[in-house]
């Protein structure tokens, strides 16, 4: 298993996930620097990513777009606030419309990428996510989703339908 | 006044704007432990007991917290479904993380095996 540890604090609305790799610190970094590999992992098989812009710089504006089953191009921003290469990646990550302008209304999530070598040949990557506010969530979660927006409400509806239906704990996946 | 047993769905918009808030979500982690009242609860900020009592009632009019009597004294209590919902968010946003780890892994594996077989040809010249 390569995750190795979540953490979750739902009143601050982050998760952080952590994850070690038997690949080189530098192996792990350019799985972020390289556009082309960073296509390869970002969305899922059925929505996969195109970087049209991207130049990992503090200032600077990383665009990308989706592209789903049916044609659907959801687009993305990220707004690079910090980097020290190899090592330290934080950004802002928000939604745009289709010409690449970010949706300024939307609120955003704030990502903060770790890498470090724990061992020779290993490496822990840490994703810290945190996110303004539920709708916020919703908004990251329903983009490159095959149930897209409108299932985001739905869902909320289900655990709705689920909490007053029954008391069931719900067990921690790791 | 109980809100924590609620049939029909509740009003979400409110739950939103109430934790975009840095303040209103402090207070929600401090209520969990439902031992302050909304005197207390202010000392802990460097802003009026008034503006602190604002962010209580958005709170509660949001779900999020409640105010319970305990003897002669009412406390602040976090309603802890409301914050499942928050939960429940970030265990699909895990998801989400989690099947992109899967795929760094497999693309490393994919590379490292195209490193290897160039090293093997190499080594066989």
Request: proline share 6%; aromatic share 6%.
């Amino acid at each position: 298993m390569t995750v190795t540890a979540v953490r979750k604090a739902p009143q601050r609305l982050t998760l952080t996930v952590e994850a070690e790799f038997d690949a080189s610190v530098e192996r792990i970094w350019q799985l972020w620097a390289d556009p082309r590999q960073l296509e390869r992992w970002w969305g899922p098989p059925t929505y996969p990513a195109t970087f049209t812009k991207h130049d990992l710089a503090p200032g600077s504006r990383v665009e990308y777009h989706m592209t789903g089953p049916a044609g659907d191009q959801p687009h993305g921003y990220w707004d690079v606030l910090e980097v020290e290469p190899p090592r330290r990646i934080l950004f802002r990550a928000g939604c745009a419309n289709a010409h690449g302008t970010p949706h300024t209304d939307m609120p955003i999530s704030t990502i903060r990428v770790g890498i470090e070598e724990v061992a020779q040949g290993r490496t822990r990557m840490s994703i810290e996510s945190v996110f303004p506010s539920i709708e916020a969530m919703e908004q990251v979660l329903a983009m490159g989703t095959e149930e897209g927006q409108s299932q985001a409400v739905s869902q909320i509806d289900a655990i709705l339908a689920e909490e007053t239906s029954s008391a069931r704990s719900r067990g921690e996946p790791l | 006044m109980v809100v924590s047993v609620q049939i029909a769905p509740p009003d979400f918009d409110p739950v939103f704007a109430a934790l975009a808030d840095h303040t209103r979500r402090d207070i929600v982690r401090r209520a969990i432990s439902a031992e302050e009242g909304v005197l207390e609860l202010a000392s802990h900020y460097p802003m009026s007991f008034a503006a602190v009592q604002k962010h209580v009632a958005v709170l509660e009019r949001a779900g999020l917290i409640t105010k319970q009597r305990i003897g002669r004294r009412k406390v602040v209590r976090t309603n802890p479904e409301a914050l499942l919902v928050a939960r429940r968010l970030l265990d699909q946003y895990e998801e989400l993380w989690r099947a992109r780890i899967d795929r760094m892994n497999e693309l490393i594996a994919e590379t490292a095996g195209a490193i290897d077989t160039v090293e093997t040809k190499e080594s066989k010249r």
